[in-house]
Every structure is written in structure tokens, then in C-alpha cells.
T-cell receptor
Framework: NAGVTQTPKFQVLKTGQSMTLQCAQD?????MYWYRQDPGMGLRLIYY???????DKGEVPNGYNVSRLNKREFSLRLESAAPSQTSVYFC????????????????FGPGTRLTVL | DQQVKQNSPSLSVQEGRISILNCDYT??????FLWYKKYPAEGPTFLIS?????DKNEDGRFTVFLNKSAKHLSLHIVPSQPGDSAVYFC????????????FGGGTRLMVKP
């Protein structure tokens, strides 16, 4: 079990360039998420997909788009990168089943460090 | 406006002593609270959670306390070990399905041998 995998690990872009960050999970989870981590800000939710076929905006969606390609894969696209998007991006997934006594924690990938010049 | 706050950006503790990490929240709708641990160049890993119907949850050396009236939770690590040195994030959720976590800014814990 690889858990949550992300590619690439590192990326440098010039302002205005586009790129897609890839994420895949092999835990048969229903819900997937994209976060960005900035110093002192913790992790902020960009977009999420509660189940295959659905996507919703999180706290900081501007400048990003997402695609839930299938149950395993959830990609994040930057159409025109800006220096303010320099950050570490984390993908996460969870079983996402409400109810019951246990908490459905989110499992995180190793992150993509993106620098926009 | 941050709904989950960790007011101490860093904490240094001697090995074997207790580490206490604090977290405050403002949204009274939150009913699940979690702590995540993060090492450099890795993703956060889940540590422990607590439901709002409890005021304490223990897992080995880790205990989370919840004070709903004060909207405050804390993570106690006893005894602290050098391997506990990491950034700890507090997070909160409405419901237990794992959706829409709101994170605090993190506290860097350094445990000195």
C-alpha cells in the first residue's frame, strides 16, 4: 500500500506558466482534498471532492481548478501561476463515511513544493 | 479570521518532561478535534482525535483535553522523547466524516536530549 502519492515532489515555474499537480490514493477512499501550507498559516483547504464525480471549493480556491478523474485520482491545476501561489501543496484522502463512533481521519501525501518566480 | 489558533509558534522541552501544546477555536459548530504531527519534507500524520462529547482522550503517551466552555484544547505528551520533535497542527471539523478540516498555524516542538 503506497497510501497517498503526489507528483512532482518539486517544481519551479515562471509567472504565467501552467501546471497540473497529480495525486492518487490506493486506499479506496471516497473523499479527497487539496491543501496549501504557508508559514504560520497552517494548512488551508483549496478544493475537495467528497465523492467521485463531485468537487467543491474550499477556503482558498482562487487561481486553481481541480479534476476528480476517478475514485483514485484528484488533480490540481494552476492555469496561470503567480508568485503568491508559491507554497507546499498537500493532497489528502479519507474514507469519508459519516456517523459511527470513530473519526475518519485524513491521510496525507508527502507534498509538492512549488516555487513561482 | 482564523477559526483555529495555536498561539505558540514554538515550544522547547527537556526529554522526559511533559510537553503541553495548546489550541483555541472560535466556531461553536466544531464537534471533532484532531492533532496532526508533521516532520520536515513529509505530509502530516494523524495523531489523536476527540469528540465534543468527551473532555479527555488518551492514546499511550498522548492525551488530548477539551474544554468546550473555553473553546480550548490541549495535547499533552508524557514523557517527551527526542523523536517527538516535529510541528504539531491542531484541526477541527464539523461531523466525523473527515470533511472540511480547519487547521491552526502549527507549533514547532523541540525535545532536547
Amino acid at each position: 500500500n503506497a497510501g497517498v502519492t503526489q507528483t512532482p515532489k518539486f517544481q519551479v515555474l515562471k509567472t504565467g506558466q501552467s501546471m497540473t499537480l497529480q495525486c492518487a490514493q490506493d486506499m479506496n477512499h471516497n473523499s479527497m482534498y487539496w491543501y496549501r501550507q504557508d508559514p504560520g498559516m497552517g494548512l488551508r483547504l483549496i478544493y475537495y471532492s467528497a465523492s467521485e464525480g463531485t468537487t467543491d471549493k474550499g477556503e482558498v480556491p482562487n487561481g486553481y481548478n481541480v479534476s476528480r478523474l476517478n475514485k483514485r485520482e484528484f488533480s490540481l491545476r494552476l492555469e496561470s501561476a503567480a508568485p503568491s501561489q508559491t507554497s507546499v501543496y498537500f493532497c489528502a484522502s479519507t474514507r469519508g463515511v459519516a456517523g459511527g463512533s470513530s473519526y475518519n481521519e485524513q491521510f496525507f501525501g508527502p507534498g509538492t513544493r512549488l516555487t513561482v518566480l | 479570521d482564523q477559526q483555529v489558533k495555536q498561539n505558540s509558534p514554538s515550544l522547547s522541552v527537556q526529554e522526559g518532561r511533559i510537553s503541553i501544546l495548546n489550541c483555541d477555536y472560535t466556531n461553536s459548530m466544531f464537534d471533532y478535534f484532531l492533532w496532526y504531527k508533521k516532520y520536515p519534507a513529509e505530509g502530516p500524520t494523524f495523531l489523536i482525535s476527540i469528540s465534543s462529547i468527551k473532555d479527555k482522550n488518551e492514546d499511550g503517551r498522548f492525551t488530548v483535553f477539551l474544554n468546550k466552555s473555553a473553546k480550548h484544547l490541549s495535547l499533552h505528551i508524557v514523557p517527551s522523547q527526542p523523536g517527538d520533535s516535529a510541528v504539531y497542527f491542531c484541526a477541527a471539523s464539523v461531523g466525523n466524516a473527515g470533511n472540511m478540516l480547519t487547521f491552526g498555524g502549527g507549533t514547532r516542538l523541540m525535545v532536547k536530549p
